[in-house]
């Protein structure tokens, strides 16, 4: 059911299970048209979204994505890349010199791309679909990018599985907004504010349910020592340099 702005965000939350029910081309452009909308660097553009529903392709990327539920049961994955190889080929072509293989080239061309991607969730999920964005896309963006033939100045930097929703989950907790905003500077937080800010999280059922089915003593360790731990982090980062080198970013 498509949604008002005043009914859509109050309720949203990811979708991790799909229906089978169809998903057309007709819908997958309509809602990229849309996404396309949004601002750009020097509205240059610099992305690509890769539409993936073959079931061929899919059974290659979905071990990208660990096999996560969502990546299995979705009826799209849209990989959308940071693209800087698009332009500077126009530029070239244009008598135009291009020196976007650098750095912050890179960061604008990943910008463009996760604005685009979350319009993309929004859209979509105000016309009734359900998505999950799957984080395993930087992990694991070399595989990728080699599944997906992306060129020089091309890296994948957001994955979204995309489908209509089976999923009667719940909403999650957030950080009361005194936590996430500050008026003119960073806040000034003790300690004791720090506790209480996550107070709500700590608290929230589902959470203190994988603290304990994690055998650990606090939500913090579950995130440090088993969600995101630091060994993890820095070998990932040091794959995803080695990309960003190889596709001439670094
Ligand atoms: C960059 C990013 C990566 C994410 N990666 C995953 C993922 O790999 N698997 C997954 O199930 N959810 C993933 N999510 C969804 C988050 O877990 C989810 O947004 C968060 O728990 C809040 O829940 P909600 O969106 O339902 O409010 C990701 C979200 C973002 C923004």
């Known amino acids: 059911m498509e949604q008002t702005i005043k009914g859509y965000f109050p309720n949203r939350r990811t979708v991790r299970k799909f229906s089978d029910r169809k ?47 969502a990546s299995v049961g979705a009826k799209a994955l849209l990989t959308v890349c940071a693209d800087f190889n698009r332009f500077s080929r126009w530029c070239r072509l244009s ?21 685009l991607a979350q319009q993309i969730v929004t859209i979509a999920e105000m016309k ?15 595989g990728i990018s080699e599944i997906l033939n992306l060129p020089e100045l091309v890296v994948p930097v957001a994955c979204i599985a995309i489908g209509w929703s089976d999923d009667d989950g719940e909403e999650n907790e957030r950080l009361p907004i005194e936590a996430v905003r500050s008026y003119e500077q960073y806040p000034d937080f003790s300690d004791d504010e720090i506790i209480q800010l996550f107070k709500a999280k700590d608290d929230y059922a589902p959470n203190a ?12 360790q579950v995130f440090t020592d088993v969600r ?6 820095e070998e990932f980062s040091a794959r995803f340099i080695e990309l960003l080198k190889d596709k001439k970013f670094l």
Do not use: W
């Not at 008598?95 to 604005?115: E, V």
């Not at 964005?133 to 694991?140: A, D, E, I, K, Q």
């Open 23 to 69: 998903l057309d081309d007709a819908t997958i452009d309509e809602i990229i048209s849309l996404a396309t909308k949004a601002p750009t660097t020097g509205n240059m553009q610099l992305y690509t979204v890769i539409v993936n529903r073959n079931p061929e392709m899919l059974a290659r990327l979905r071990p990208m994505h660990f096999n996560q539920p």
């Open 95 to 115: 008598d135009a010199d291009p020196g976007y293989d650098n750095f912050l080239s890179f960061t604008s061309a990943m910008l463009d791309a996760t604005i």
């Open 128 to 142: 009734g679909l359900g998505t999950c964005y799957l984080g395993t896309v930087t992990y694991n963006a070399a």
């Open 209 to 220: 349910k994988f603290v304990a089915e994690n055998g650990k003593k606090t939500l913090a």
């Open 228 to 233: 995101y731990p630091r060994g993890m982090n």
